[in-house]
């Protein structure tokens, strides 16, 4: 049995006892809310887009069942035995494995600094809604007043307001420009209220998260039942599900297509080779494109990171919700609810977000459609409103036979449903760039607008309780400070902390440093964390005395699946994943797209490399927070060998007495 | 006599009025796209009601308060509803020059947008730039004042919070220290479930060892 060497933990010792849930309902509310994150709205619905839905659901179940539940399970069940936060848990399997939760607590506290900066986007466009009309549904005018801002011509409305009217962006990493005013205040009046809610540890979250965690839910049924209602909404549902095969055939690793933006951030979604192609329809039978699509091991690796991610394994935050609960509490039942309730939430989230896409490639095609029109009209004398959208496929045909040369001379844009149906993307650009340019077109914009970016905030906020707790948690344990000074002064200082920390990205370069963190801070260190924290349980502390440990808990010994997953197909998986990523990492270049006014192809946003500092601190982030592991292990063999000299010479010190003396 | 300025008049006004001559202006209505339903048919009544309101246009530029409704020349009028004209001088052998014409529009684009029921994207008139209404921007930006609202009950609230637990670690220091930690204890002690221990892990971090121990009872007692 390990012996624990380690600060004596100080959470169910002394007087002060270990805090609770008040009722089932706010455990299982809190996980549910730090799993369901931003990730579910804007990543998965782009990944059911790339792969064609049906398709990709195999593979994501598939890791779901062998990769999420499992790994779920070990967290809840050995958060909830050993109750402590994340440092404590691991220092108690194995002194050796402790360097895994100070990891936890590092990669918890980088997320948590990125996480809330989006969240004070979110918070910017909410504060932004309450005015009709919508501040980005037309361009500012120019100095002279005699037309609108050029990039604002050049680009789009919603863009515009979103590059500078909002991050005010520069044109290059390297160019860092002024701190933002307003997204100061936003910063701060967000971490003001994840101060609130996290102020008094779980007895704060634990009310807070009634309202945080089921007003999504509220707002997802309102916008799916008015999404399907408007025009165009069947066909986003059709094309969502509709497999695809040419899409890998014409991408190319780190190739991108013209849109605005399209990148994917990491922890919400991690994926720096994600690009987009133009697709076709496909041709082949149905059976036959499913086997292409679920050969290609971009879609395994895919939906094996999704659904590690928006389960948010390995922060440590499950670990610390689990460890709040009462001992007999039956954590299989917990995992795998929770692990169903997030794929379903994922899956009902692109139902509604695809129908208001479908609504909006709809408009989209009509307006352009309507464009052609009138061009038509001016130029041949046409009366006014003379040729409807539908007759004109048939009036252009006419033209084009009779008169081709003066057609020609028109320029006439070519408008096909399935372009703008393509213009997905994920991240930051489905939510600020596309979905805000669809509420524009809907009835009742404001509305929409501020029930949506509520959605947002409450959905981002739930998951910034667990990654708190994640940091909290694990420190109060370890007991650094007196027991006299108040909890709500540790989680002052740790908020306050990381607000100083977080205002880098309100720099005017701050989006292109969000990307680096989203990319590279996390996703590696999680899956080598998950690995051990898996190898640890089935390995380090013994599946035996584990199995034990839960038929204490639930009454039941674990099944032979979970026995299996623990021990074999997780940890395999873990490191194929593991292997895959850094393979599609070192494939990549590092590079970055810039919003650059004086590129030649604006509004395209230009691929630039990342400068050679930039570079290393990208691979810092990655490998910086697991150096704890190999880190805390020498320290303890350090010690261990030290303690192992000073018994073996005290032991010699007696004899010698002893010879003295006879 | 009159006769010749009969065959002559037709003739100077074709020659002034044509597409792309000299001060010629292109307007186009787009009349059904504005009223829908509502849409009244272009005739010659509705262009005569447009020389008006161009001729009552000219007639506010200063030294040019005589234009009269027939100096006003139309011409080539299509079914897109879009024709060319022209302002004569009153001799009717010259155009006004192209600037004071599209000055006077612009002057007074509102009266005649609002003559025919329409705005400024449906009665155009190419090569006339629209005057852009200026921003109206409130004093104080909207989101200014909800954020004030949000952060301002965000630190009520913390404060409340802060104060509200100083007083219960106030009542509690005042209070003795009762018995607690049931739960503690259950911990410790081992319970049988189902047959199986639970032991917590040890955390003491020492081992009892039992040779040691019991070496104690071998030796008889001196």
Redesign the interface.
């Known amino acids: 049995m390990a012996c624990t060497v380690g600060p004596e933990p100080l959470g169910d010792g002394g007087g002060s006892k270990r805090p609770k849930w008040d009722n089932k309902l706010q455990y299982l509310l809190s996980c549910i809310g730090f799993a369901v994150g931003l990730g579910n709205i804007w990543r998965f619905p782009y990944l059911c887009q790339t792969y064609g839905g049906g398709a990709f659901l195999i593979p994501y179940l598939i890791a779901l069942v062998f990769e999420g539940i499992p790994l779920f399970y070990v967290e809840l069940a050995i958060g909830q035995r050993l109750r402590r936060g994340s440092i404590g848990v691991w220092t108690a399997i194995s002194p050796y494995l402790g360097g895994v939760g100070l990891g936890c607590v590092t990669v918890s506290f980088l997320v948590s600094l990125y996480y809330n900066t989006v969240l004070t986007w979110v918070l910017w466009y909410f504060l932004n809604s309450f005015q009709s009309p919508l501040p980005w549904s037309s361009c500012p005018l120019d100095v002279n007043r005699t037309g609108f801002e050029s990039e604002c011509q050049a680009s789009s409305t919603v863009s515009y307001f979103w590059y500078r009217q909002t991050l005010n962006i520069t044109a290059d990493i390297s160019d860092s420009g002024f701190i933002q005013g307003r997204l100061l205040a936003c910063l701060a009046a967000s971490w003001a209220v994840v101060y609130l809610c996290v102020i008094r540890g779980i007895e704060s979250t634990g009310k807070a998260i009634y309202f945080t965690a089921l007003f999504p839910y509220l707002v997802l049924t309102i916008f799916l039942i008015r999404g399907l209602t408007l025009p165009g909404a069947v066909e986003g549902l059709i094309y969502l599900f509709t497999p695809d095969v040419s899409w890998f055939e014409v991408q190319a690793p780190g190739s991108r297509e013209n849109m605005s933006q399209s990148h994917s951030p990491g922890q919400l979604a991690p994926s720096p080779a994600m690009g987009m192609a133009v697709r076709q329809r496909p041709g082949p039978t149905r059976g036959r494109v499913w086997v292409q699509i679920l050969q290609n091991p971009r879609v395994w690796l895919d939906a094996a990171t999704q659904i590690f991610f928006s389960l948010s394994l390995a922060f440590g935050g499950h670990i610390a919700f689990a460890s709040y609960n009462p001992p007999r509490n039956n954590c299989e039942k917990d995992a795998v609810t929770i692990a169903l309730v997030n794929s379903m939430t994922s899956l009902y989230a692109s139902i509604a977000v695809f129908s208001v896409l479908g609504f909006k490639a709809a408009n989209d095609h009509g307006r352009c459609l309507d464009r052609n029109i009138l061009h038509l009209i001016n130029a041949f004398d046409f009366p006014d409103q003379s040729i409807s959208r539908d007759d004109y496929a048939a009036v252009l045909t006419h033209l084009n036979t009779s008169q081709p040369e003066r057609v020609a001379r028109l320029h006439l844009e070519a408008c096909h449903l399935e372009d703008f149906l393509d213009k997905s993307a994920s991240g930051t650009g489905l939510a600020f760039i596309i979905f805000t340019e669809a509420i524009l077109h809907m009835p009742g914009a404001p509305g929409w607008a501020v029930l949506f970016f509520g959605m947002l905030f409450t959905l981002g906020l739930s998951s910034m309780f667990g990654n708190m707790e994640s940091i909290i948690t694990p420190l109060l344990d370890m007991g650094l400070t007196h027991r006299s000074i108040p909890k709500e002064v540790l989680t002052g200082l740790a908020c306050l902390l990381c607000f100083l920390s977080a205002i880098c990205f309100t720099l005017q370069s701050g989006n292109y440093w969000l990307e680096v963190f989203d990319n590279y801070a996390a996703p590696l260190n999680l899956i080598i964390f998950a690995f051990l924290e898996v190898v640890g349980v089935a390995y380090v502390y013994g599946l035996q005395r584990f199995s034990d440990d839960i038929v204490c808990m639930t009454g039941r010994r674990p099944s032979l699946y979970w026995r299996v997953t623990w021990k074999v197909v997780s940890p395999l998986l873990l490191l194929t994943i593991f292997v895959a990523y850094i393979a599609v990492l070192v494939w990549t270049p590092l590079s970055y797209r810039a919003w650059n006014t004086q590129y030649a192809r604006f509004p395209s946003l230009q691929e630039k490399s990342y400068p050679g500092w930039v570079q290393a601190t990208c691979v810092l982030l990655c490998f910086l927070p697991a150096l704890w592991v190999p880190g805390v292990a020498l320290v303890q063999l350090l010690a261990k060998h030290r303690r192992k000299q000073k018994d073996t010479w005290q032991d010699r010190r007696p004899k010698l007495q002893d010879g003295g003396a006879s | 006599m009159l006769r010749l300025l009969f065959v002559l008049v037709p003739a100077i006004h074709a020659q002034l009025c044509q597409p792309d001559a000299e001060n010629a202006f292109k307007v ?6 504005a009223l829908g339903d509502k849409a009244y048919v272009w005739d010659t009544n509705e262009e005569y009601l447009f020389k008006a309101m161009v001729a009552f246009s000219m007639r506010k530029v200063p030294n040019r308060e005589t234009t009269e409704i027939s100096h006003v020349l139309l011409c080539n009028v ?5 024709f060319w004209f022209v302002v004569t001088d009153p001799s009717k052998n010259h155009t006004l020059p192209a600037v004071e014409i599209e000055s006077a529009i612009r002057m007074n684009r509102n009266r005649i947008n609002n003559a025919f029921f329409l705005n400024d994207q449906t009665l155009e008139f190419l090569k006339i ?1 629209t005057t ?1 209404a ?2 109206t921007d409130p004093p104080v930006p ?2 200014i004042i ?2 004030g609202v ?2 301002c009950i ?2 009520v ?2 404060v409340l ?2 104060l509200s ?2 007083r219960q ?1 106030r009542r509690k220091s005042k209070e003795p ?1 009762e018995a ?2 049931t ?2 204890k259950c ?1 410790n002690t081992i ?1 049988i ?2 047959g ?1 221990p ?1 032991d917590p ?3 003491k ?2 081992h009892i060892n039992d040779a040691f121990m019991t070496e104690d009872e071998r030796l008889t007692p001196l």
């Open positions: 186009r209505f787009s009349i059904r796209t299509t079914q897109r509803v879009s730039p852009l200026p921003p909207i989101w909800i954020f949000i952060f965000v630190i609230a913390v919070l802060i637990g100083i670690r220290s607690d930690d739960e503690d911990e319970t479930e189902n199986i639970c892990l040890d955390t971090g020492g």
